[in-house]
């Protein structure tokens, strides 16, 4: 069935550092991949999309491109700053699976200062 | 701006309480979900709904029950709290069609059970 792999955290960088978290996915067909944040005590926002091979989507300084040949959707900001220290989530969309969700695991960033 | 909205951001309840989660949005989505977060598990599908009345299991039902009377709420039910069922749930919201849905997100309920 459909899934995805996220890499383990917990992630600890220094402000201004570059930040990649890997994201991997099983799916049949062409899914939409997303990832999705999750701030303290609250719950979680999309961050960004994608929804076709070689997209890229972009917002608040990360950005993500949909690597279909690697299967792929990995997350890159180039300067991390303190307020981005979060739980970050992987996940696909798939209309062969009546657009049913599959999370990551999620991946916890600690931005220090 | 979109809301979803979820009735406790924590609640305590014992073993054996029968225990409402409620959640409203005001985006006029088809789709409702219920999902449970555990560390080191991240999110597991609970039930979803894909229009009133109607419900799906998702990958853990066991424990639980949903309504959906109206479109707009969905409400997630523990017939008989269990000390297991200590976690943060989580309601979501999204809209149907073909397309990238993306599901919008309630603040979450952390609930304990003792």
């Known amino acids: 069935g459909d899934s995805v792999t996220q890499m383990e955290g917990p992630v600890t960088l220094s402000e201004e550092a570059f930040l990649t978290i890997n994201c991997t996915y099983t799916?049949?067909?062409?899914?939409?991949l997303f990832w999705y944040v999750q701030y303290p005590g609250e719950g979680l926002q999309l961050l960004l999309k994608?929804?076709?091979?070689?997209d890229k989507g972009s917002n608040k300084g990360f950005e993500a491109t949909y690597r279909k040949e690697t299967t792929s959707f990995h997350l890159e900001k180039g300067s991390v700053q303190v307020s981005d220290s979060a739980v970050y989530f992987c996940?696909?969309?798939?209309?062969?699976?009546?657009?049913?969700?599959?999370f990551g695991t999620g991946t916890s960033l600690t931005v220090i200062p | 701006d979109v809301k979803v909205t979820q009735s406790s951001r924590y609640l305590v309840k014992r073993t054996g309480e029968k225990v409402f989660l409620e959640c409203v949005q005001d985006?006029?989505?088809?789709?409702m979900f219920w999902y449970r977060q555990d560390p080191g598990l991240g999110l597991r599908l609970i039930y979803f709904?894909?229009?009133?009345?109607?419900?799906e299991k998702g990958d853990i039902p066991e424990g639980y029950s949903v309504s959906r009377e109206k479109k707009e709420r969905f409400s997630l039910i523990l017939e008989s709290a269990s000390t297991n069922q200590t976690s943060m749930y989580l309601c979501?919201?999204?809209?149907?069609?073909?397309?990238?849905?993306?599901?919008?997100f309630g603040p979450g309920t952390r609930l304990t059970v003792t």
């Open positions: 996940a696909l969309s798939n209309s062969n699976t009546g657009n049913q969700f599959y």
């Open positions: 709904s894909y229009d009133v009345k109607m419900k």
């Open positions: 994608a929804t076709k091979a070689d």
């Open positions: 985006m006029d989505h088809e789709n």
């Open positions: 979501a919201s999204s809209s149907t069609g073909t397309g990238a849905y993306e599901q919008y």
């Open positions: 799916a049949t067909g062409y899914p939409s």
